[in-house]
């Protein structure tokens, strides 16, 4: 409800406290309705990881036990927005870490062919020209150390899609989803406030008027009075509701969290598993050129260093 118009009424003599619920920041699509941007959150986009379906499943049927059991959790809700802070700067930690890493990796792989690149050059003219510069030899250093290249490229893309793009995506739903389930229950609890405040202010004006003898009091005092407490009470229902379903879907997101967790460390050990596997074939084939050039060196009776 919109708040007292101080020209036509008084406003509350009390005013409950707000509550905070974490780092929740209202932007301009929140602005335009809560309700629809909760409902686009979890049901509009389509996902690369099942952590939206998972959480969509599970936070169901946690609303339908509360429900039947009649249980309340809103009291859980600050300690637990608290516990979700923690959980997404680890989270984003892991990103960063990620994002770096990548970067770091495609470097390196970029400075090594530089350099293997020099020594190709610097091969020139010389009797192992055949096994380390010529590139249209297969069997050269040049050549191998060209599809490796593009063996690392592929394995940076793999990794981006599979390790990156997963963990920024589960970072993405939770934050989404998690920031306007709480925005809901703060405009909420404001709500229940305002009419928590709004009862107290008519009651302490009916007893001043008791105290001063007049009684009984308007029926027109009573209505109001009678009105403004149904509305509290639906408010208190409604912000309920809402905060156990938070309580619900944050329970999910932080205690059940590594079965989102799992996933992620599951692409990272099989990225790895792919990637040394294709640096091992190309060592492999780079030790049967370093052979050839071995006996290139005994021929020549060429006095070791």
Excluded at 14 to 40: C, H, I, L, M, Q
Excluded at 157 to 179: C, G, K, M, P
Excluded at 226 to 251: G, I, P, Q, W, Y
Excluded at 280 to 304: F, I, L, P, Q, T
Aim: proline content about 4%; charged content about 30%.
């Amino acid at each position: 409800p919109p708040p007292p118009n101080p020209k036509t009424e008084k406003t509350p003599a009390a005013t409950a406290p707000r509550r905070s619920f974490g780092n929740v920041r209202e932007n301009d699509e929140d602005k335009k309705g809560a309700g629809e941007a909760r409902t686009a959150a979890s049901t509009t986009k389509v996902y690369m990881t099942s952590v939206s379906e998972r959480l969509n499943k599970a936070v169901g049927q946690a609303e339908k036990d509360y429900k039947a059991k009649d249980i309340h959790r809103s009291p859980d809700l600050v300690e637990l927005a608290t516990e979700f802070d923690h959980m997404r700067r680890k989270l984003r930690a892991v990103i960063a870490c990620a994002k770096t890493f990548i970067d770091m990796f495609a470097r390196t792989e970029a400075a090594k062919a530089e350099m293997l690149r020099s020594m190709h050059q610097l091969s020139e003219g010389t009797p192992i020209f055949d096994d380390v510069g010529k590139s249209k030899n297969p069997t050269s250093l040049a050549h191998i150390n060209e599809t490796s290249a593009k063996k690392v490229k592929a394995s940076a893309v793999e990794f981006q899609e599979n390790v990156l793009h997963y963990a920024t995506e589960w970072e993405s739903i939770i934050t989404r989803r998690v920031d306007l389930e709480l925005l809901h229950c703060k405009r909420l609890a404001e709500e229940q406030a305002y009419h928590e405040a709004k009862v107290e202010h008519l009651r302490d004006e009916l007893n001043k008027l008791e105290r001063a003898g007049k009684n009984p009091a308007p029926t027109t005092m009573l209505d109001k009075l009678r009105r403004n407490e149904e509305k509290m009470d639906r408010t208190f229902k409604v912000h309920e509701a809402a905060a156990s379903k938070a309580c619900a879907l944050l329970d999910q997101v932080v205690k059940q969290g590594w079965q989102d967790l799992l996933p992620l460390i599951k692409a990272t050990v099989t990225w790895e598993k792919h990637h040394v596997h294709a640096e091992s074939g190309a060592y492999a084939e780079m030790k049967e050129a370093v052979d050839r050039m071995s006996k290139v060196h005994n021929k020549k009776h060429v006095v070791k260093a």
